[in-house]
């Protein structure tokens, strides 16, 4: 089992920045690909980021690429997600997840969930 608990959402203005951080726990941190994922209102959950257990490669949706950064730090087993020129569209619950699978931008591919934290822009 690992358990992931994510933190760092709130509200913000459009053109804020935040960082979610996603705290792991449980089996060996490094073993596991680190995605993000949201869900906005009304709609399916996404993929954002993704990052290797290493941290030598991450990946991201092409429509959110130069905003945002994924990283790790493995002594602490955490990983966050720097997001910049947040716009009202990125308003979503973001959750971090878990996986040992090749296909990371699916979420079907992820055994472990955080509970998600939300995040609200306002124009």
């Known amino acids: 089992q690992v358990q992931l608990v994510e933190s760092g959402g709130g509200s913000v203005q459009t053109g804020d920045s935040l960082r979610l951080s996603c705290a792991a726990s449980g089996r060996t941190f490094t073993n596991y690909f680190m995605g993000w994922f949201r869900q906005p209102p009304g709609k399916e959950r996404e993929f954002v980021a993704g990052i290797r257990g290493d941290a030598r490669i991450s990946y991201y949706a092409e429509s959110l690429r130069g905003r945002l950064t994924i990283s790790r730090d493995n002594a602490k087993n955490t990983v966050y997600l720097q997001m910049n020129s947040l716009k009202p569209e990125d308003t979503a619950v973001y959750y971090c997840?878990?996986?040992?699978?090749?296909?990371?931008?699916?979420?079907?591919?992820?055994?472990?969930w955080g509970q998600g934290t939300q995040v609200t822009v306002s124009s």
């Open positions: 997840a878990a996986t040992n699978m090749v296909n990371f931008r699916a979420a079907g591919s992820y055994a472990y």
